[in-house]
């Protein structure tokens, strides 16, 4: 046999299992990913994650020895998959009033798309470190609409509050599916929340 071949064999074969243990490791991230959307991360199962991806529990423990790395990469797969909002896509709205209006028309269109997986996974985030994501878009959200208004002292802090309010995804659930608002409807209820906290009339 030709000496060159043999390490050159041996490349083949490291690449060949790498892949094979990058699609492993994949299908172990989808199966959690669909899980945690559906029932949510404290209800998932590493049973029902070895079934769905076709893996022994040996093999997935081998790629995720901890709860944290799997969580990572469940959120990176998620976050790529179905990107949130750009919580500064409206910024460079001056209007406080438009500016909010703009903000939270894209903030509800994503909560009324992804509103099973938002709740299960919030829902989840008392017990699990889950729903870090969508807590920092909110946040980031809220920031950037109440500074539009240009409020200081105590003025700020209620604007702050309200806006905080109108981008939460549990606010918007409870207006637009318990009290049956449509989106428009929860925007101007929100609107006035927040003008009210602003002392415009």
Not at 60 to 86: K, V
Not at 175 to 199: P, T, W
Request: aromatic share 8%.
């Amino acid at each position: 046999m030709n000496e060159q071949s043999v390490p050159r064999k041996r490349k083949y074969q490291l690449k060949r299992r790498a892949e094979t243990q990058a699609e492993t490791r994949r299908r172990i991230v989808e199966a959690t990913v669909m899980f945690h959307s559906t029932v949510g991360p404290a209800r998932t199962r590493v049973t029902d994650i070895c079934r769905e991806a076709g893996v022994q529990r040996a093999t997935y423990y081998r790629h995720f020895p901890d709860e944290l790395s799997l969580f990572m990469e469940c959120r990176a797969l998620a976050g790529a998959e179905n990107p949130l909002p750009d919580p500064n896509a409206c910024a460079t709205v001056a209007d406080p009033v438009r500016r909010l209006r703009s903000g939270l028309r894209a903030a509800y269109a994503y909560y009324g798309q992804h509103e099973q997986q938002m709740a299960a996974i919030i829902r989840d985030s008392e017990v699990m470190p889950a729903g870090a994501t969508y807590f920092r878009f909110q946040d980031q959200l809220r920031d950037v609409l109440a500074a539009a208004w240009k409020a200081r002292g105590s003025r700020q802090v209620r604007i702050l509050a309200a806006c905080g309010h109108a981008a939460d995804f549990q606010a918007w659930r409870s207006l637009a599916r318990k009290q049956g608002l449509s989106d428009r409807e929860v925007i101007d209820a929100m609107v006035a929340l927040v003008k009210a906290a602003a002392g415009r009339a």
